[in-house]
């Protein structure tokens, strides 16, 4: 027995000696190890890349975003008792004004130009006598409206205000189905809320919201309050404005819309520049060609626009073309839907060449067109 506790004991002392020394051999889990690389969690073993956490991207944009208060004085309506002539001897009220009553809503705006210049949709100004915008910082600033796009659903806005945060502008363009975006905006009052989701698709149209369509498509949530607020990329880049949802409630039901950044700053330089928006034309009607009758024409594809309708002294009448023609390509672009195809001519400056694909009688040909300007709706 002698001969065997030393050994044993020995080793008792060894190994509490490696424990004191080493006390990560008790628990695997903890110390310097708790920071795994992503790529040992990866079933696959392939690195995960991205943020864990949006709060960069959120602080960047969100002293670009500001909460919009509108007030609009409507007329309460007046008993038509008070101007019926026997009552009004007994209510000596004949001359006393209409009375009004203040209501009140809310939305979103994006600060695009530290002189105080901020995008947001038309319908969240649209006919208010006062318009009151909250910064990030808590200051508050009147907007006037410097104008608006009722075809796109923009309006641009200017405060008198200094050390603005103008946002940083993406590419909308660039944007593919899957990448996280971040909405902020005021959803039901609730100043600078964020709500997160992906791109769901790209270039909506035909949506019969706008009259240029060619919107981004996003689940992250937009509620009323948050039109004309900031869609933006991971990176904090604006990418949209929030503009709509597709449902009568109201709510969010996870399909929201947001006009391109890259439309929303064009519509806002022509306005600023020139008090419109400038747009190519041709003066043309026409809708999207059945594909039934495209492939009985052996059109290839199957895709085209019939022209119904001709303005007398447009541009498309001086090119000679005619009720019952079938555009099939715009400056060697398909076009399958009427939408696509005005928002084709629509990109082109006056003056611009445009080449026309066009079936008639049984044969394609070219026609050259000048684009004109696209009269302002009214």
């Known amino acids: ?33 708790d920071n795994v690389e992503l790529s040992a969690l990866s079933p696959q073993g392939d690195p995960l890349e991205g943020p864990v956490s949006y709060a960069a991207a959120v602080s960047r944009a969100a002293p670009s975003v500001v909460n919009i208060y509108t007030q ?15 009552f009004r001897r007994f209510f000596n009220s004949s001359n006393r004004p209409q009375q009004q009553r203040i209501e009140s809503s809310l939305g979103s705006g994006v600060i695009v130009s530290g002189d105080g210049y ?10 208010a006598d006062q318009i009151i915008v909250l910064l990030y910082d808590g200051r508050e600033a009147q907007a006037v409206i410097v104008g608006k796009d009722t ?31 971040l909405a902020i905006g005021n ?3 609730l100043v600078q809320s964020v709500s997160q989701g992906i791109i769901s698709a790209v270039g909506r149209q035909g949506l019969g919201l706008n009259t240029f369509e060619n919107f981004l498509q996003t689940d992250a949530a937009i509620n009323p309050g948050n ?24 709510y969010s ?21 020139y008090g419109k928006v400038i747009r190519g034309w041709l003066g043309v009607e026409a809708r999207t060609l059945n594909p039934e009758i495209a492939q009985r024409l052996n059109l290839d594809p199957p895709i085209g626009l019939v022209i119904t309708n001709v303005v007398q002294g447009s541009p498309a009448d001086f090119a000679g073309l005619a009720r019952g023609d079938i555009i099939t390509r715009i400056n060697n672009r398909w076009v399958g839907q009427n939408s696509r195809g005005l928002n084709l001519i629509a990109q082109l400056n006056p003056g611009d060449s ?12 070219t026609v050259m067109a000048v684009a004109g300007t696209r009269p302002t709706p009214r």
């Not at 641009?156 to 946002?167: F, H």
């Open 253 to 273: 039901v996870g399909i929201g819309f947001a006009i391109p950044a890259d439309t929303a700053i064009k519509v806002l330089e022509d306005i600023v520049q």
């Open 72 to 86: 609009k004085k409507l007329a309460r309506p007046r008993h038509p008792l008070l101007d019926d002539p026997f």
């Open 118 to 127: 901020i995008l947001t949709n038309n319908h969240v100004v649209e006919g």
């Open 1 to 33: 027995m002698k001969f065997i506790s030393w050994p044993v004991i020995t080793g008792l002392l060894a190994a509490a000696l490696i424990l004191v020394l080493y006390p990560r051999l008790l628990n695997p889990t903890s110390g310097d190890d």
């Open 354 to 365: 445009v080449k026309l694909e066009v079936w008639r009688e049984g044969a394609i040909s």
């Open 187 to 189: 959803p039901f009052g």
């Open 151 to 181: 075809e796109t659903d923009l309006a641009v806005l200017r405060i008198d205000a200094d050390n603005l945060s103008p946002i940083s502008i993406g590419h909308p363009e660039q944007a593919n189905v899957g990448d996280v975006v």
């Open 227 to 250: 039109s004309g607020g900031a869609l933006i990329d991971a990176y904090g880049n604006l990418l949209g404005i929030n503009s709509a949802i597709p449902n009568r409630t109201g």
